[in-house]
């Protein structure tokens, strides 16, 4: 399947070709000849003995355009699940069947006026639904706002639930309802509590949410050689790791112990050494979702999760293209397996030793 856009007077498209379809199938005619109010309207056109689809994308932007400069909060996604869901619906109410649905970012549309909603029905399977939906949500961690609270809690949410391959789009709604009446209910304890004028130190009491938007907080990684060459002060080596140690912030168990790791690389020809200074922290190469950057070309855009607990440290490969590997055993995804000194992770083909 190819994927081009195209301008026409004062027309837009989006034109997919290569796409082996029977244009008869009483499914392609149904969302032909039917108004289905989620789905953009489509056209066939042949040329050159193939068949092309055109989506008119007239005064709508891509999801992927509409969120590369500014984020979503929890309002924009809630919004857009519940578009999912009335696609869903949708699709059930006209007997079609959600693996047609293009769940791609570039492929869901958002209008310029009215921010509506628009999917695109492709005549080809695409698969399983929930697989491609999984893709989508793992977007939503690149295009949330990580100082909205709320969209915090909802992404992280729908990570977890879409590690089952039986989710539905109902178990993410009543998410979201859960989420909402959290809220809710803590304005209405924080009304109460300035009414009766208690005051709370609220240092000593972290929530399990507050503990999450760790989860979405920015570390810039920095190498050795970017050590060198920081613009702000020159310091040696030996200062600027004693810096990062006591500007670090790390986990504190239950029980006041305190717990550092240390992940080195072996095979680079520039070793690098990560101090994570946050649980749990992500790492990958996009520069808007992970709190550690390692930037290869084999390394997805989340790639691997690292958190701590009471019992020690944990990593999890975030569904990555290249795969997570402990002790060159490769991790299935969405599964948190814990690590210990002298263990030794591959992050592709990036090894590094754990101290």
Known sequence: MEIEYKKDGNKNYMIISSVDFDENDYRFQMVLNNRIEELLPIRINYLNNSKEIYYDTTSKISLQSAYARKQMGSKEIIYLLDEVKKISDSMREYLLDMNHILFEPECIFVGRRDEKISFCYCPEDQGEVQENM????????????????????????????????????????????????????????????????????????????????????????????????????????????????????????????TYFITLKSNNLEKPITIKPNIFPCIFGKSRKSSDYIIDSPVISRVHMKLSADDNGFYIEDLNSTNGTFLNQIKLAPHIPTEIKEGDMISIANIDFSVE
């Not at 709320?150 to 989420?179: C, K, P, R």
């Not at 200062?239 to 140690?245: G, L, P, T, V, Y």
């Open 134 to 257: 999984r893709t989508l949500f793992d977007h939503l961690l690149e295009y949330v706002d990580h100082n909205d609270r709320e969209a915090v809690e909802i992404v992280y949410g729908i990570q977890q639930i879409t590690i089952s391959d039986n989710y539905s789009i109902q178990d993410i709604m009543v998410l979201i309802e859960n989420v909402l009446a959290e809220r809710k209910r803590e304005k209405q304890e924080l009304q109460k509590v300035k009414a009766e004028n208690i005051f709370e130190v609220e240092e000593t009491k972290k929530s399990f949410w507050e503990i999450l938007k760790n989860l979405f907080q920015r570390k810039k990684y920095q190498d050795e050689e970017e050590l060198e060459h920081h613009t702000d002060m020159e310091m040696t080596e030996a200062e600027s790791i004693q810096a990062d140690f006591e500007d670090a912030t790390v986990f504190l168990a239950t029980s006041g112990n």
